[in-house]
């Protein structure tokens, strides 16, 4: 499920790529369904982020990848949570990715 996880980010990148963007997979869980991504560059911050991740990305990755269920981006995640990270480590409340 990964490398078809990787291969269909590659496909979509070149998109995000030409407004500034990019996509960074960080975690595929096969027994949810689930994906987490970061959107990166321009994507931080912009107000269509939310728009670009449910409507473009899940969706396409959901119909390349069986089994997907949902794809969240961890940055929007982890700065919901309010969560102090030290150095490298990335840390998050309880549940949040869950």
Partial sequence: MRAQVEATIEVIRPALQADGGDIVLHAVH???GMVEVELTGACVGCPSSTTTLKAG???IMRDRVD???K???I???IGATEVICNA???CAAEGALA
């Fill in 57 to 59: 990305i899940e969706r």
């Fill in 88 to 90: 490298d480590v990335v």
């Fill in 30 to 32: 096969e027994d949810t």
């Fill in 67 to 69: 089994g997907v269920t």
């Fill in 75 to 77: 940055a929007e995640v």
């Fill in 71 to 73: 794809v969240i981006n």
